[in-house]
């Protein structure tokens, strides 16, 4: 009786203690556990400069207003319009359209011109008193249009890579960029959304010279924005505006956030970033950035709010796009889609957006500005001042979380794989051959 009675407070006294022990035991390996789901990663610093290589920063340049002076841009649109005026109200007679309707109707022009193709959501009310004149146009030859005008906005792009592409801004030129290729006018035609691999940027060593980007004879006024290789302008970027006859020299320096090989192997909740090829959260992109996440939710917004899309969204899946009627309503929540924030609780009205795991800050030092006889001359310089360089590396791996999560059981319960291989061993090799073979034989 009393050995029975020893017997029972013995277990219990070892169930106490394994619980007492696995208590600790599975506090600790939660944390481990999150800090692997969640955060295994640390941004650290770089310093051996001279083995770096630095990107030219991303150039786009937007035009802002017709000139009007240009006699190849007024061409192009007088033609368009002198083609087109089938839509117009006033005429009727397609004989006589192009020299009465263009020449009497070229102030209304260039006025309803910029008024839609470089307008933005704020300003599109405007548009109201265009609908007279020019409300049949069709709303896909808007682009047509947007196309047309800022097909020459410069004669000499020097080597760069120079990339006529939609932005919501219109039809932009963007130099190296390895994203400016995916929105091209004919890729939008063609609804293509291949993904393009190697793709090569200008990159130079810590030891060459500055380099530095020329861009002569630019016909048109424009806004400049300076971005990362892999990312778009977008309508909260603040720009520099380059008049028209004046020369514009820009001083740049550029950060560089990298991220460590190691990183691709975790998972994107893990490293909270996303490379360019991970676009499957986008619908109207083959590729990944910031950016473009967030122009997508504007997209959205914009589709809920106005039942359309303007002319420089992407339509892949028949949605509307805007006519001039349709556009205004934009103006009605211009806040909201520029920001993606409710102008009354300002809540947002965008999702989560994962960050880029690649990202240049470019960092504008200085701009000089003078007056200028001819057409309007740009010239930017890449500085290789930066001493620090960003890098995002795995600090906490799954072989360090096995390690912990071994070194726990082992210290807790003096158990190693050996002894789990032996448990298995007597919960079913043993038993089986041990205990049912034996019943078998009897």
Not at 375 to 393: A, K, P
Request: glycine letters at 4%.
């Amino acid at each position: 009786m009393l050995r029975r009675l020893m017997d029972s407070y013995i277990l219990i006294f070892w169930i106490i203690c394994m619980i007492l022990v696995s208590i600790p035991c599975v506090i600790i390996g939660k944390q481990a556990w999150n800090r692997y789901r969640y955060n295994p990663t640390v941004t650290g610093i770089l310093r051996d400069q001279q083995l770096w290589l630095h990107t030219f920063p991303c150039v786009t340049i937007c035009p802002t207003s017709l000139n009007p002076d240009s006699d190849f841009i007024m061409e192009v649109v007088y033609e368009y319009f002198g083609n087109k005026s089938y839509h117009v109200h006033q005429i009727n007679d397609t004989d006589e359209i192009e020299e009465k309707y263009v020449a009497g109707n070229q102030s209304l022009i260039q006025s309803f011109v910029n008024s839609l193709i470089f307008g933005n959501f704020s300003t599109y009310k405007q548009l109201g008193k265009y609908k007279s004149d020019f409300d049949k146009i069709n709303s896909h030859e808007y682009l047509e249009l947007n196309d047309l005008i800022t097909s020459k906005i410069s004669k000499d792009f020097g080597h760069w890579n120079a990339t006529r592409t939609i932005t919501e801004f219109g039809v932009c030129y963007s130099l190296n960029s390895i994203l400016a290729k995916y929105s091209t006018v004919k890729k939008w035609r063609n609804k293509d959304m291949s993904f393009v691999k190697n793709y090569k940027v200008q990159t130079y060593a810590q030891t060459e010279e500055e380099p530095i980007l020329s861009l002569n004879d630019i016909v048109m006024e424009a806004n400049i924005y300076f971005h990362s290789y892999n990312e778009i302008p977008t309508l909260l970027q603040k720009s520099l505006h380059l008049p028209q006859n004046y020369r514009m020299w820009i001083e740049v320096n550029s950060e560089k956030h990298a991220s460590a090989e190691d990183i691709r192997s975790l998972s994107i909740e893990q490293r909270h970033c996303r490379f360019t090829d991970e676009s499957d959260n986008l619908r109207y992109s083959p590729v990944y950035s910031y950016n473009l996440c967030r122009l997508e939710c504007r997209m959205r917004l914009a589709l809920k709010l106005c039942k359309c899309f303007p002319f420089y969204y992407r339509s892949l899946y028949g949605e509307p796009i805007c006519t001039l009627d349709e556009m205004m309503c934009f103006s009605d929540y211009d806040y909201e889609l520029i920001h993606l924030v409710n102008r009354t609780t300002r809540q947002s009205l965008c999702g989560m957006c994962d960050a880029n795991c690649e990202a240049e800050i470019i960092k504008i030092e200085s701009v000089n500005i003078v007056d200028w006889m001819f057409d309007s001359v740009l010239g930017v310089v890449l500085q290789f001042d930066s001493e620090i360089r960003l890098q995002r590396v795995v600090i906490f791996s799954e072989t360090d979380f096995l390690v912990q999560v071994g070194g726990l059981f082992g210290l807790a319960y003096g158990i190693g794989i050996l002894s789990v291989v032996e448990l298995f061993y007597f919960c079913t090799l043993r038993f089986f051959w041990g205990v049912i073979l034996t019943r078998i034989q009897k």
